[in-house]
């Protein structure tokens, strides 16, 4: 009876099985990397969902938020809480602040125009403070109606500062709203023949925040 010893693998056939079989791995792992980085789990961020997320942020300059120092003066057309001011409002407080550094006293724009997004934000930050949206609404109205959103407020400091345009104010049509608030004041050019109109005591009592 005949017989054959069989034949053993050689280490050339050996090599070549590692060599196609690590292949195929590092196929698979760079395929499942792939996946991963085009996965929509972790898209890149678009420039409008950038765009919004800033928009999310703290206000900014150019919402409205006055730099420190700012005054009533030409120079301050470049601070968009100035410069957006309706320019029949802001004509007449920087003729007031020209009249009134004759007599040493210099007017400070504490807020002038807001954008909304930064009413909203003063609004929330004041009912934090106060407690309530009622209690809230005394001091800040919504983006929705106020004047400062629509450029038609300006708040002047210091102290000396109001204190002046309490006297001389209605002579430019300059006129405090509330009289919880000294240092909010908007144009009521009739003021110039007719003196101010009597003061709300506090926001909620002005019609137009109810509107």
Known sequence: MNTRTPERSTPRRTSRIAVV????????????GHQVLQSPSSPAPSPLEILRGEQRGAPGEADGVIPD??????FDDQVPAVANLDPDLLDAVRRAASDAAESGVEFHVNSGWRSAHFQQQLLQDAVSDYGSEEEAARWVATAQTSAHVSGDAIDIGPVDATSWLAQHGARYGLCQIYGNES???????????QGCPEMYPDPTHDPRMWQ
Do not use: C, P, Q
């Open 183 to 193: 240092w909010h004041y908007e144009l009521r050019s009739a003021a110039i023949e």
């Open 21 to 32: 079989g690590l292949a195929a791995i590092v196929a698979v792992i760079g395929f499942i």
């Open 69 to 74: 120092g700012v005054t009533v003066s030409v």
